[in-house]
């Protein structure tokens, strides 16, 4: 007779017992993943607007890694060119509301660019009823318009000359996005104030076509009117549209 394999039995031993704890390791963490998902379907099925959070972080998640953007709906909100305008302080809302009024544009866009007016004023270190106020002549606040002679958006700025001040924001198309419009439009109209040795009003007529402007057509004028006017509506003044 053969003697018995006593190091075979004691393998058989060793892989009957790692076999058995593999399976109770793995039926218990199976539960463990099982009630996690019961648990958390239950939380999301009392706070719904948990889910609705859930749902938007890993949208987000998989647009930043461009995961099925075939059918993904973008969220333009991060980008979009508006604000609640009950949202800026007093006076700001004050001037955005009379501007939405006056130019019959809608109130959201305009209180963007009113906020953007103060914060590129503090930049610049000119007058934000100043900037609104060129807009204003420049473009009645339609973003879209473009002159004859190629000035476009809404403080008409001459795309094809200052065309390396928007490869910053993109390149040439960027031109009639409003806040961009914007910032170029405020840094070519210091450029010019700086240029005419600090006068704003020297400024603006260069801003209005360079050195070639000898009579500018009332432009300044319009453009000052315009500004004394926003002063009053920020200082609680019913100004009448007209």
């Known amino acids: 007779m053969s003697k018995p394999c006593t190091w075979c039995n004691t393998l058989r031993t060793v892989l009957s017992d790692t076999a058995q704890g593999l399976f109770l390791v793995t039926h218990s963490g199976l539960a463990m993943v099982g009630l996690g998902v019961a648990a958390f379907v239950l939380a999301l099925w009392v706070k ?99 002159s004859q002679a190629g000035a476009q958006g809404l403080m008409q700025v001459m795309t094809g000359i200052h065309a390396k001040r928007y490869e910053a924001y993109g390149g040439n198309l960027t031109a009639f996005d409003p806040i961009t419009n914007m910032r170029v439009g405020v840094a070519v109209l210091w450029d010019a104030i700086k240029l005419k040795g600090g006068s704003v009003d020297d400024g603006l007529k260069f801003y209005l076509g360079g050195d070639a402007v000898f009579e500018d057509g009332g432009y300044v004028a319009k453009v000052r009117a315009e500004q004394a006017r926003l002063d009053q509506v920020a200082a609680g003044v019913n100004v009448p549209l007209q």
């Not at 609104?132 to 318009?145: D, K, Q």
Request: hydrophobic content about 50%.
């Open 48 to 146: 719904p607007d948990w889910l609705h959070a859930s749902e938007e972080r890993l949208f987000d998640w998989l647009r930043e890694r461009q995961v099925l953007v075939s059918w993904l709906p973008e969220n333009a909100a991060e980008r979009a060119t508006a604000l609640n305008v009950q949202d800026l302080p007093p006076r700001q809302a004050a001037v955005a509301t009379w501007l939405a009024r006056k130019y019959r544009v809608a109130p959201e866009p305009v209180a963007a660019l009113v906020a953007e007016a103060y914060v590129l004023a503090k930049k610049y270190k000119l007058e934000p009823h100043l900037i609104l106020g060129v807009m204003a002549i420049e473009s009645n606040f339609h973003p879209y318009i473009q």
